[in-house]
Every structure is written in C-alpha cells, then in structure tokens.
T-cell receptor, first 117, second 117 residues
Framework: KNQVEQSPQSLIILEGKNCTLQCNYTVSPFSNLRWYKQDTGRGPVSLTIMTFSENTKSNGRYTATLDADTKQSSLHITASQLSDSASYICVVSASWAGGTSYGKLTFGQGTILTVHP | GAVVSQHPSWVICKSGTSVKIECRSLDFQATTMFWYRQFPKQSLMLMATSNEGSKATYEQGVEKDKFLINHASLTLSTLTVTSAHPEDSSFYIC?????????????FGPGTRLTVT
C-alpha cells in the first residue's frame, strides 16, 4: 500500500530560526515528490517538485532534499517568518498509469508549523 | 501563471438540499481535474478524477450518485453534493492538470467550505 509519513506532526519555532520537516514514503513506482504549503482554510500551494534524478531543489527560503534510495525527503526552512505558519504537506506521485494521463497522488498527513514572534 | 478558482468559497445549506461547487482553470486548459475532501486536521482525500468529456472515476467508498461530477469543458468542472447531510460538511478542494500534460504539476484551487445544517 502506498503511504507517506511525515514528522513531526506539529512544530513550534521562534521567528528567524530554521527548521527541517521530514517525509518518508513507500510509493511505488515512484514518479515525483512534492512539498506543498497549505494555509488554514486555503488550498495547497506548491513549493517544490522533485523527480527521481533530483536530490535537492530550492525555492527561496525553502530547500527540499530527496533520497530515492532510502525513500526519504526533507523540507528545510531558513530564517522563518510569521507567514510560514501553515501546514506543510509531502505528496508523492506514482508513475503514470499505463497509457492514461494521470498519476495518483499520495498525501502525507502534514506537519503543522507555528512560528512565534 | 496557473490559477484555479473555486466558487463559492463557502456555502451553508440545509440538510436534504443539493449544492453545486464550480472549479475553473482561469489561464490554462485542464485535461484532468481532481476533487478532494479535507476534514479538520486531516490531509486531502481524493474523491474522484474527471477528464473532459468523459465520466468521472470515483475512489473506493465515494458514492457517485451522491457526488455528481461534470467536466463539460477544458476549463470547468463541477461537483454537486446531492441530498446533503451534516456529515458531508467538509472542505472541498479541486485541482487541475494542464493540457497538454507537459509537467507533473497539479494546481489547486482555494477550496470551498461546505456546512450542512
């Protein structure tokens, strides 16, 4: 069964500090891994997407890593800001299903990050 | 850009009535649109996948006669919750994949909060 596990479940940090969120997955065959930020009451917004051959990708203060061998990913946030308070969701996509043009996404439960002043 | 909108952003309806939620891709054509449901403090759960001009594919456990999906054009998909009950109260999010599907990206809408009284 395809699964995505995230840790920690929640995290509280002070503004300006760095933090790292973890994601382990058992999705097969693997296509790509995405990190999304979801503010309360809003839809997810993409931060990074990585395929099998990529092991790091940055988007501003967000840096994601991927180890396809151990099936682990991390999202590092540097110099946190109050606006970083949100749920961060790790999502893994299986390879395209045969000739059809969709790949099913498996969502992690998310890490709720709270940044305090 | 790749903007997906949803309408309404929130709706309150009485038990037994039907509610229609629209999902539009504003600046691109979407081969495929996805409908998700998210309960408080839980991750997104895929309800169904819709391809323009064909019947939607529902996930196991999702009643297709209760959650009617119509993907009439490459920019519009609608989800109708029929005979709504309080347990249908949830956050409904759609996403869209561009046509042609040149990337892995799914673009999410801002979500619709449904409350059934």
């Amino acid at each position: 069964k395809n699964q995505v596990e995230q840790s920690p479940q929640s995290l509280i940090i002070l503004e300006g500090k760095n933090c790292t969120l973890q994601c382990n997955y058992t999705v097969s065959p693997f296509s790509n891994l995405r990190w999304y930020k979801q503010d309360t009451g809003r839809g997810p917004v993409s931060l990074t997407i990585m395929t099998f051959s990529e092991n790091t990708k940055s988007n501003g203060r967000y840096t994601a890593t991927l180890d396809a061998d151990t099936k682990q990913s991390s999202l590092h946030i540097t110099a946190s800001q109050l606006s970083d308070s949100a749920s961060y969701i790790c999502v893994v996509s299986a390879s395209w299903a045969g000739g059809t043009s969709y790949g099913k996404l498996t969502f992690g439960q998310g890490t709720i990050l709270t940044v305090h002043p | 850009g790749a903007v997906v909108s949803q309408h309404p952003s929130w709706v309150i309806c009485k038990s037994g009535t039907s509610v229609k939620i629209e999902c539009r891709s504003l600046d691109f054509q979407a081969t495929t649109m996805f409908w998700y449901r998210q309960f408080p403090k839980q991750s997104l759960m895929l309800m169904a996948t819709s391809n323009e001009g064909s019947k939607a594919t529902y996930e196991q456990g999702v009643e297709k006669d209760k959650f009617l999906i119509n993907h009439a054009s490459l920019t519009l998909s609608t989800l109708t919750v029929t005979s709504a009950h309080p347990e249908d109260s949830s956050f409904y999010i759609c996403s869209a994949r561009k046509f042609p599907a040149a990337s892995y990206e799914q673009y999410f809408g801002p979500g619709t909060r449904l409350t059934v009284t």
